[in-house]
């Protein structure tokens, strides 16, 4: 705190417009913020670049990759939307830690305020069970979705509570924190006063369709309209600070159109952290919500302190939300932040909605997707996968089921799937399983090898500007490539044409055909790591037919996608379908009559094994 005190020199780190999130690209700028300031002079933020001295380059190297969802509401369980925020983060994340990168994946749920208190009473439950029952059922998709978070933050955890409580007293010492009356409408589903001109007809709310109620209330104000210049100059000297480019137009203009202070604690609201020198009010549940972004850096073991948590990680990397949170992302949060003198994180990136007949899936509206029927109906992989191959990371996307089960099957059944089975089952017949002859040395000469380091290059650039849909679109013109190679070349008549000819004939054309199996296989390798963010389950399976152990397919990285690394002797395992193509309800109707094939492996109900 004496560091504090005395005013605190904070790195920022301003994004190269072309790779915003590689570091190794950043433009570092130093500046030295007072903790405590005076009403009258707003922080200047990020102000004098600098020269990076190479320790200062080591250190940002070093930089933990944090990565942060939304903290999901607990009003309902989650839905298809909710889940759609963390599979793109978990995607990211592990892309990153492929990069090699520490990663800190923070996820998590908000459980304070009014509307969590009205669903707990709906549902004749205490606050505290109601939390703990649905905090649960989030932690029980995220495993089903395999989602490898590292920090999952509760806003009711006692450490969460004390760093919010530190961080009010801090902006309220700065002077940013007053008394007054507020008087306006208000959407308890937004959790948010409503500006009049934003409303619909009976002043609904134009998200939740459902009327904001006046209210009158003494409360606390953060002197958010101080922070106007601050805001405006951060984002006109780093305009990547706001994702995609096209939402950064929005902020900039909420922000020109004049910002108001904010309400930020409540009166009437019993459920929530007690103001800090008045315990008869809470703390607005956004201003304690955004803070778990930090909180969530806090060790359990420890004292937790702002500090403590702040040099654990702070700042995040990526704050990835969905649009409708914008405004409290982009605009409050780094205010506050400003007012702690806290920096302010690299990037937030605001996706779309995903939605059903044009308007958003919510809990609210009701006209959710359960994600939980979709993962039993159709596993992990095919839900990650549908849902960053088909929704432009950043637009609106619409579900439909028979897209769904047309997109995984020709994906990830048909092109990945059975090339590799396909691939698989030629080896075992005419080779024992077995490679005979390293793959870049069967790869010289042909063309397909650098079609393959294209691609894959291509879908790491896309990782790495979060084009996520693009990425998957690279990897999965390599399995095209692949079986327009395999196609072209035919090798399952090449083998027959080696048994008919003379014994010296044979050899040069099966070798010829060993190379292509090599080849293909190869390139399989390669799928199997690029798509892992997103199909990490099927990439496990792939690799395991390669012949690779589950602790060689955990220590790959981006790097071994690199062609080359199948070599001569490796034993491919028995081939066995990857992934089931997904029977439609009208396929199946169709076939009442047909045998039923055999189910290998636990795969989910409707997927129906391919053969090679
Ligand atoms: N609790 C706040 C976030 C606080 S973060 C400090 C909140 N929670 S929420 O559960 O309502 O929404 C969480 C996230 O899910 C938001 O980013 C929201 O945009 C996202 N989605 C909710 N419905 C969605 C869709 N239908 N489609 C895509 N994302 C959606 O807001």
Same mark, same amino acid.
């Given at each position: 705190?004496? $560091? /504090? @005190? #005395?005013? =605190?020199?904070?790195?920022?780190?301003?994004?190269?417009?072309?790779?915003?999130?590689? +570091?190794?690209? &950043?433009?570092?700028?130093?500046?030295?913020?007072?903790?405590?300031?005076?009403?009258?002079?707003?922080?200047?933020?990020?102000?004098?670049?600098?020269?990076?001295?190479?320790?200062?380059?080591?250190?940002?190297?070093?930089?933990?990759?944090?990565?942060?969802?939304?903290?999901?509401?607990?009003?309902?369980?989650?839905?298809?939307?909710?889940?759609?925020?963390?599979?793109?983060?978990?995607?990211?994340?592990?892309?990153?830690?492929?990069?090699?990168?520490?990663?800190?994946?923070?996820?998590?749920?908000?459980?304070?305020?009014?509307?969590? $208190? /009205? @669903? #707990?009473? =709906?549902?004749?439950?205490?606050?505290?069970?109601?939390?703990?029952?649905?905090?649960? +059922?989030?932690? &029980?998709?995220?495993?089903?979705?395999?989602?490898?978070?590292?920090?999952?933050?509760?806003?009711?955890?006692?450490?969460?509570?004390?760093?919010?409580?530190?961080?009010?007293?801090?902006?309220?010492?700065?002077?940013?924190?007053?008394?007054?009356?507020?008087?306006?409408?208000?959407?308890?589903?937004?959790?948010?006063?409503?500006?009049?001109?934003?409303?619909?007809?009976?002043?609904?709310?134009?998200?939740?369709?459902?009327?904001?109620?006046?209210?009158?209330?003494?409360?606390?104000?953060?002197?958010?309209?101080?922070?106007?210049?601050?805001?405006?100059?951060?984002? =006109?000297?780093?305009?990547?600070?706001?994702?995609?480019?096209?939402?950064?137009?929005?902020?900039?203009?909420?922000?020109?159109?004049?910002?108001?202070?904010?309400?930020?604690?409540?009166?009437?609201?019993?459920?929530?952290?007690?103001?800090?020198?008045?315990?008869?009010?809470?703390?607005?549940?956004?201003?304690?919500?955004?803070?778990?972004?930090?909180?969530?850096?806090?060790?359990?073991?420890?004292?937790?302190?702002?500090?403590?948590?702040?040099?654990?990680?702070?700042?995040?990397?990526?704050?990835?939300?969905?649009?409708?949170?914008?405004?409290?992302?982009?605009?409050?949060?780094?205010?506050?932040?400003?007012?702690?003198?806290?920096?302010?994180?690299?990037?937030?990136?605001?996706?779309?909605?995903?939605?059903?007949?044009?308007?958003?899936?919510?809990?609210?509206?009701?006209?959710?997707?359960?994600?939980?029927?979709?993962?039993?109906?159709?596993?992990?992989?095919?839900?990650?996968?549908?849902?960053?191959?088909?929704?432009?990371?950043?637009?609106?996307?619409?579900?439909?089921?028979?897209?769904?089960?047309?997109?995984?099957?020709?994906?990830?059944?048909?092109?990945?799937?059975?090339?590799?089975?396909?691939?698989?089952?030629?080896?075992?017949?005419?080779?024992?399983?077995?490679?005979?002859?390293?793959?870049?040395?069967?790869?010289?000469?042909?063309?397909?090898?650098?079609?393959?380091?294209?691609?894959?290059?291509?879908?790491?650039?896309?990782?790495?500007?979060?084009?996520?849909?693009?990425?998957?679109?690279?990897?999965?013109?390599?399995?095209?490539?692949?079986?327009?190679?395999?196609?072209?070349?035919?090798?399952?008549?090449?083998?027959?044409?080696?048994?008919?000819?003379?014994?010296?004939?044979?050899?040069?054309?099966?070798?010829?055909?060993?190379?292509?199996?090599?080849?293909?296989?190869?390139?399989?390798?390669?799928?199997?790591?690029?798509?892992?963010?997103?199909?990490?389950?099927?990439?496990?399976?792939?690799?395991?037919?390669?012949?690779?152990?589950?602790?060689?397919?955990?220590?790959?990285?981006?790097?071994?996608?690199?062609?080359?690394?199948?070599?001569?002797?490796?034993?491919?395992?028995?081939?066995?379908?990857?992934?089931?193509?997904?029977?439609?309800?009208?396929?199946?109707?169709?076939?009442?009559?047909?045998?039923?094939?055999?189910?290998?492996?636990?795969?989910?109900?409707?997927?129906?094994?391919?053969?090679?």
């Amino acid at each position: 705190m004496a $560091a /504090a @005190a #005395a005013g =605190a020199r904070i790195n920022c780190f301003f994004l190269n417009p072309i790779n915003p999130l590689n +570091s190794k690209t &950043t433009t570092r700028l130093t500046t030295h913020l007072h903790f405590r300031l005076s009403r009258k002079t707003p922080p200047t933020f990020c102000t004098r670049a600098s020269a990076t001295t190479p320790d200062e380059t080591s250190a940002a190297a070093n930089d933990p990759f944090v990565l942060t969802t939304p903290l999901y509401y607990v009003n309902a369980p989650p839905h298809m939307g909710s889940a759609y925020t963390t599979i793109a983060a978990d995607a990211i994340a592990r892309f990153q830690r492929l990069l090699g990168k520490r990663v800190i994946f923070i996820t998590g749920t908000d459980e304070h305020g009014e509307k969590i $208190a /009205a @669903a #707990a009473a =709906a549902n004749d439950s205490t606050p505290a069970q109601h939390c703990d029952l649905i905090s649960q +059922s989030y932690v &029980t998709l995220w495993k089903d979705l395999d989602i490898g978070y590292d920090k999952f933050i509760r806003t009711t955890d006692p450490k969460h509570e004390a760093i919010v409580k530190e961080f009010y007293s801090r902006v309220r010492d700065n002077g940013d924190i007053y008394r007054a009356d507020y008087q306006g409408l208000y959407c308890i589903n937004c959790e948010e006063y409503k500006d009049e001109k934003e409303l619909l007809e009976n002043n609904c709310c134009p998200t939740h369709l459902k009327p904001c109620v006046a209210r009158k209330e003494d409360n606390f104000f953060f002197a958010l309209s101080k922070y106007q210049k601050p805001l405006e100059e951060t984002l =006109a000297k780093n305009p990547n600070f706001v994702q995609p480019s096209y939402r950064l137009n929005e902020v900039q203009s909420w922000i020109k159109s004049g910002l108001r202070d904010f309400s930020i604690s409540r009166a009437l609201v019993d459920w929530g952290i007690p103001v800090p020198n008045d315990s008869k009010q809470t703390i607005y549940v956004w201003f304690d919500a955004l803070l778990g972004y930090i909180s969530a850096l806090s060790e359990d073991m420890e004292q937790p302190s702002l500090e403590r948590a702040v040099s654990s990680g702070w700042p995040a990397s990526l704050h990835l939300i969905g649009k409708d949170i914008l405004r409290f992302h982009a605009v409050y949060w780094p205010a506050m932040l400003m007012s702690a003198g806290l920096g302010l994180p690299k990037m937030v990136f605001g996706h779309g909605f995903l939605t059903k007949d044009g308007m958003k899936m919510g809990k609210s509206l009701g006209n959710t997707i359960e994600p939980n029927d979709l993962v039993q109906k159709f596993g992990s992989d095919a839900v990650r996968y549908f849902f960053v191959r088909e929704v432009e990371f950043g637009g609106d996307g619409d579900y439909s089921e028979d897209r769904f089960i047309n997109i995984v099957n020709a994906h990830l059944a048909n092109s990945i799937g059975n090339l590799l089975n396909r691939t698989l089952g030629l080896l075992k017949k005419n080779c024992q399983s077995t490679l005979v002859i390293d793959s870049s040395i069967a790869a010289e000469g042909t063309t397909f090898k650098d079609t393959v380091e294209k691609l894959v290059e291509k879908a790491r650039v896309d990782y790495e500007n979060l084009s996520l849909s693009s990425a998957c679109e690279a990897v999965l013109e390599i399995s095209n490539a692949g079986n327009s190679y395999m196609d072209g070349r035919a090798p399952w008549s090449l083998f027959k044409q080696g048994g008919a000819a003379s014994e010296a004939a044979a050899k040069v054309v099966i070798l010829h055909v060993i190379n292509d199996l090599v080849i293909i296989l190869e390139a399989m390798r390669v799928i199997a790591i690029a798509l892992s963010p997103v199909t990490p389950s099927l990439s496990w399976r792939i690799y395991r037919q390669l012949g690779y152990s589950k602790d060689q397919f955990y220590a790959a990285t981006w790097s071994d996608t690199r062609w080359g690394g199948l070599k001569g002797g490796q034993v491919m395992a028995q081939p066995q379908p990857i992934f089931a193509r997904i029977e439609s309800q009208t396929e199946e109707e169709n076939r009442v009559e047909a045998p039923k094939k055999v189910k290998k492996n636990k795969l989910p109900q409707s997927q129906q094994v391919v053969e090679a």
